[in-house]
T-cell receptor
Framework: GESVGLHLPTLSVQEGDNSIINCAYSNSASDYFIWYKQESGKGPQFIIDIRSNMDKRQGQRVTVLLNKTVKHLSLQIAATQPGDSAVYFCAESEGMLTFGGGTRLMVKP | SQTIHQWPATLVQPVGSPLSLECTVEGTSNPNLYWYRQAAGRGLQLLFYSIGIDQISSEVPQNLSASRPQDRQFILSSKKLLLSDSGFYLC???????????FGSGTQLSVL
C-alpha cells in the first residue's frame, strides 16, 4: 500500500530553539494528516491535524505545514522544551490512518 | 469526556501460554476500535479494527485474534504465544466516520 516516511530518524535540538520534523507521503489521494507525540512507555498523543484543503495550521507552540505539490508534511515546534523530547509520528489518511516510522526528538538543556 | 482504558500495563508470559488484553472506551457510543502493535523503536502496525460489535477486520495474518463482545470493549487474544508476539500493544478508538485516533496507555508484552 501507500507509505508515509520520515527524513530524519533522530533530531537533536538545543532547549529554546525551534524544531522542525519532516515527513514525506506518497498517496496523493490522502486528504487528512495528523501528528502524534509518543513519550517512552506511553501511548501516542494527538498534537495537531490538517486537512488537504489547508496548507498551514497553528496550535499552541506547534505548526503543521502541508505541501501537496511535493507530498511533504512538517511539524514545527517553537521554543523547544525538555518536555518535548519524545518520538513524533506523522500519519496520512484516505479513510484510515497510515503511520510513518517516527522521529525521535532529543532536547538538550 | 471520552476515556480509553487498557490493561494490564505490563505482562510477561511464557511461550505457548494464552493471552488476553482488554480495552474499554467510556463516554461515547459505537466507536471504531483498533489494536496496534509497536516493536521497540519502531512504528505502529495495525493488527485489527472494528466498526461494530462482532465486526472485526484483520490487517495482517498472525497468531492473534480480536473480539468485540460489547460496543465499547475490544479484546486481543492468542491461544499460544510466540516469541515474536513480544511488543507494545496499543488500543485506540475513533468516532464513527472520523480518522483521528485516541490511544490507550499501552501494554508491554514480553514473551519468554
Amino acid at each position: 500500500g501507500e507509505s508515509v516516511g520520515l527524513h530524519l530518524p533522530t533530531l537533536s535540538v538545543q532547549e529554546g530553539d525551534n524544531s522542525i520534523i519532516n515527513c514525506a507521503y506518497s498517496n496523493s489521494a490522502s486528504d487528512y494528516f495528523i501528528w502524534y507525540k509518543q513519550e517512552s512507555g506511553k501511548g501516542p498523543q494527538f498534537i495537531i491535524d490538517i486537512r488537504s484543503n489547508m496548507d498551514k495550521r497553528q496550535g499552541q507552540r506547534v505548526t503543521v505545514l502541508l505541501n501537496k505539490t511535493v507530498k511533504h508534511l512538517s511539524l514545527q515546534i517553537a521554543a523547544t522544551q525538555p518536555g518535548d523530547s519524545a518520538v513524533y509520528f506523522c500519519a496520512e489518511s484516505e479513510g484510515m490512518l497510515t503511520f510513518g516510522g517516527g522521529t525521535r526528538l532529543m532536547v538538550k538543556p | 469526556s471520552q476515556t480509553i482504558h487498557q490493561w494490564p500495563a505490563t505482562l510477561v508470559q511464557p511461550v505457548g501460554s494464552p493471552l488476553s488484553l482488554e480495552c474499554t472506551v467510556e463516554g461515547t457510543s459505537n466507536p471504531n476500535l483498533y489494536w496496534y502493535r509497536q516493536a521497540a523503536g519502531r512504528g505502529l502496525q495495525l493488527l485489527f479494527y472494528s466498526i461494530g460489535i462482532d465486526q472485526i477486520s484483520s490487517e495482517v495474518p498472525q497468531n492473534l485474534s480480536a473480539s468485540r463482545p460489547q460496543d465499547r470493549q475490544f479484546i486481543l487474544s492468542s491461544k499460544k504465544l510466540l516469541l515474536s508476539d513480544s511488543g507494545f500493544y496499543l488500543c485506540a478508538w475513533s468516532p464513527q466516520g472520523r480518522e483521528k485516533l485516541f490511544f490507550g496507555s499501552g501494554t508491554q508484552l514480553s514473551v519468554l
